[in-house]
Structure formats: structure tokens, C-alpha cells
């Protein structure tokens, strides 16, 4: 005998006239417990422990023109990244280190490879945090000038290893694979751990997915430092988002990863809401408004693929994560628009707009953004108020 749907415990409850109150849907299962980790602070933001996963990118500017790489920190600032690693990689650019500190409204991570004096540049100039691997400095006279400095400004220090840059005799006994990514960060681990340091963020970059992931899962074996997500070099935006999506998705719906970034071939402030996108499809962070939009068919009578565009940009401006349907027909719209805040079905020459499911208005084409827009805002009021 077939189970009575409508007595089911997962069966949807009618919608009800419009109250207020969010629909009664099921809630999406939950992932995986994020993996335990130590909790690392850079500057206002913390890494792992129980802190939400933070957002990064870097900046493309020559680091010397504090001006112009300042400009570009705010851009990303504005976008929602949370956190900007930026190349000091000459004396010019340690020398604009202070500057930039001074201007900056976000965490600065001061990205070093060879010369040990322009990690210390960063650190006396008060930035947050290095990305220093300290293998690469070779003198370890050096090294503990960098870590006993570091130390006392309790400044975290990030490895990070990419497949491309192993070192030789790694390359020799592992070759280029998650087993060589894993043994050179362990090996720069060693090293800071020997000198009592242990604020330490850690990424294992390939540009495979396949090869990242697994560096990172066999890495979690080994460690409880947080965790720095990325696919380096990535590619162009389309590549490069599919790829980063994939990778990243995959490792923080398993619960491991404490900060991410987007490594897109394109301006770095692509990359933020790419990030942020990551993270709010798996219920991690919530950001902005979230659209579902109906791919278009057939059946639509009205220019759904130019009206869910418009809908992007008139929301962009709002950082509430109100839910919003922009669907084409009567088939899938009212139930698209039930799980919504606010949802709009199309029709010809007209739309519907719906509050949770429940439909509160009807306008001609021309009118929908404005209609939509205002019942975004009412939403926003009733709420999400915290964001006006």
C-alpha cells in the first residue's frame, strides 16, 4: 500500500494568505562537520576554529604604486572580500608597505618568496599576516629573524605550496603529485614548528582539481591548521570559475577548507562574488541577494533571459540574502516562487509578483522591476532590518 503523501511528515503544508512568515519548506540536508582546526586571527578576521570560511583574492597592481594598489584594496573591499594578499616582491614595493597599510580597510597579507627583508618590511609596516614559505629563504639565520619577528606581532604566517614550485628532490620521489604537495608543506611546517611557531594557515594549489583535492584531504590527515582553498591558475573567468566551483565545492561540502580564493585570469574583483557564490550555494555564508532564474523554453511569453539580466543588476546593490524567482510560466513559477522571498512569473506582455509563494500583485512588463524592487525592499524592512 502506497504511503498517504499528504500525511507524510515531508509533505508541504499549503501556503497559507500571506503572514509574514517565512514558507515552510524542508531544510536542505546538512553537510559534513567542518574538520576541527586551530583558529588563526589576521588582522579583524579569523581563520578556522568556528569562524565562517572568509573570502581572499590579490591584488594585480605594481605594489609600489601605493596609490593605485590602495584603490584596487577598496574596489575588493566593496565587493566583499575579506581579506587582500598583495606582492612585495623589491625593495620599492616593501618600501610602499606602510603606505598602504595606512589606507587599507581590510587585512593585508604580504605575499614573499626570497628575500627575508621584505617580509620584514611588511611586518614592521604593521600588515596582517605573510604568505611565506620558509624553505625558499634558505639562510636559517634568516628564517628566525622573519618567524622571531612574526612571533611577537602575532602574525600568522601561511605555506603555501603549488605544484608547479616543488623542490627538486621532492619532484625526484614523489614527482609533481598530491604526495609531493603534501610532503613540501610538511617540510616548511617542520621548520617554523622547530622554532616554536605555530600561527600557520596552510594551501595546496594545482592547477588539476583532482590533484588539489586530494592534496588537501590527505593534508587534513596530517595537521590541524586551517586550511587556505584555491586552484591556481585556473584560467580564464569561464574556466576559471567552473574549475575553483568544482575544486572548492567539493572540498568545503566535505567539510574541509577555512578561506577561499577565485583564481581568475581577469580583474581580481571577479573573482569576490565568485567566491561568494561558492559558499552560499552550500548554505555556508550568506551574501547579497540569492536569484533563482528559469534557463527559458518554449513556453515563456515573455523575454525572460533579458528580464532575469536586468534583475541581477537592480538587485546587485542590495547585501540582504533575500531570496528571489524570476520564472517564465505558470508551470514551474508559483512553486519556484513559494520558496522565494519574493518571486515573478511571467506572462505576456505582464507578470505576477508573488511574497512566499502567495501572489500580491500583477503589472505590465514595464512595471515589474519597479514592483519588484519595492517588495524587495518591504522584505528587507520586515526582515532582514540589521541591513538597512
Given at each position: 500500500m502506497k504511503p498517504d503523501i499528504a500525511s507524510s511528515e515531508t509533505a508541504l503544508p499549503p501556503v497559507p494568505d500571506w503572514s509574514g512568515v517565512a514558507p515552510r519548506v524542508p531544510a536542505p540536508p546538512p553537510l559534513p562537520p567542518r574538520r576541527k582546526t586551530r583558529a588563526v586571527k589576521v588582522g579583524n578576521v579569523v581563520i578556522g576554529g568556528d569562524a565562517p570560511v572568509s573570502v581572499q583574492s590579490m591584488t594585480t597592481t605594481k605594489?609600489?604604486?601605493?596609490?593605485?594598489t590602495l584603490d584596487q584594496v577598496e574596489q575588493l573591499a566593496a565587493a566583499g572580500c575579506e581579506i587582500v594578499r598583495i606582492s612585495v616582491p623589491d625593495a620599492k614595493a616593501a618600501a610602499a608597505c606602510k603606505k598602504i597599510k595606512e589606507g587599507a580597510n581590510v587585512p593585508l597579507?604580504?605575499?614573499i618568496h626570497f628575500d627575508h627583508r621584505y617580509a620584514l618590511a611588511a611586518i614592521e609596516?604593521?600588515?596582517?599576516?605573510?604568505?611565506?614559505?620558509?624553505?625558499?629563504?634558505?639562510?636559517?639565520?634568516?628564517?628566525?629573524?622573519v618567524v622571531g619577528a612574526a612571533k611577537a606581532r602575532v602574525m600568522p604566517i601561511r605555506i603555501g605550496v603549488n605544484l608547479g614550485s616543488l623542490a627538486p628532490d621532492i619532484i625526484e620521489r614523489y614527482g609533481r603529485t598530491p604526495a609531493g604537495m603534501v610532503e613540501s608543506a610538511l617540510r616548511h611546517i617542520r621548520i617554523l614548528e622547530e622554532l616554536d611557531f605555530r600561527d600557520i594557515v596552510v594551501s595546496l594549489k594545482?592547477?588539476?582539481?583532482?590533484?588539489?583535492?586530494?592534496?588537501?584531504?590527505?593534508?587534513?590527515?596530517?595537521?590541524?591548521?586551517?586550511?587556505?582553498?584555491?586552484?591556481?591558475?585556473?584560467?580564464t573567468t569561464r574556466t576559471g570559475t567552473v574549475k575553483s566551483s568544482v575544486g572548492l565545492g567539493m572540498l568545503l561540502a566535505e567539510g574541509i577548507g577555512d578561506t577561499i580564493r577565485v583564481s581568475?585570469?581577469?580583474?581580481?574583483?571577479?573573482?569576490?562574488?565568485v567566491c561568494w557564490e561558492i559558499l552560499k550555494s552550500?548554505?555556508?555564508?550568506?551574501?547579497?541577494?540569492?536569484?533563482?532564474?528559469?534557463?527559458?523554453?518554449?513556453?515563456?511569453?515573455?523575454?525572460?533571459?533579458?528580464?532575469?539580466?536586468?534583475?541581477?543588476?537592480?538587485?546587485?546593490?542590495?547585501?540582504?540574502?533575500?531570496?528571489?524567482?524570476?520564472?517564465?510560466?505558470?508551470?514551474?513559477?508559483?512553486?519556484?516562487?513559494?520558496m522565494a522571498d519574493v518571486g515573478i512569473?511571467?506572462?505576456?506582455?505582464?507578470?505576477?509578483?508573488?511574497?512566499?509563494?502567495?501572489?500580491?500583485?500583477?503589472?505590465?512588463?514595464g512595471k515589474l522591476l519597479d514592483g519588484l524592487r519595492e517588495?524587495?525592499?518591504?522584505?528587507?524592512?520586515?526582515r532582514y532590518p540589521q541591513y538597512l
Open positions: 605594489t609600489d604604486d601605493w596609490a593605485a597579507v604580504a605575499d609596516a604593521g600588515w596582517d599576516k605573510l604568505r611565506l614559505n620558509p624553505g625558499n629563504i634558505r639562510d636559517p639565520q634568516k628564517v628566525r629573524e594545482a592547477h588539476d582539481v583532482r590533484v588539489t583535492v586530494a592534496a588537501y584531504r590527505e593534508m587534513a590527515k596530517h595537521v590541524d591548521y586551517p586550511f587556505h582553498l584555491g586552484i591556481t591558475e585556473a584560467g581568475l585570469a581577469a580583474d581580481p574583483v571577479e573573482e569576490v562574488p552550500l548554505g555556508l555564508r550568506e551574501r547579497g541577494v540569492e536569484i533563482t532564474a528559469c534557463p527559458s523554453c518554449g513556453r515563456v511569453q515573455v523575454d525572460i533571459l533579458r528580464l532575469a539580466d536586468a534583475v541581477e543588476k537592480i538587485t546587485a546593490e542590495y547585501k540582504a540574502p533575500v531570496k528571489v524567482a524570476v520564472m517564465g510560466c505558470a508551470v514551474n513559477g508559483p512553486g519556484e516562487a513559494s512569473a511571467g506572462g505576456k506582455g505582464m507578470g505576477l509578483l508573488y511574497r512566499d509563494g502567495v501572489m500580491v500583485r500583477s503589472l505590465p512588463e517588495e524587495i525592499e518591504k522584505v528587507i524592512a520586515e
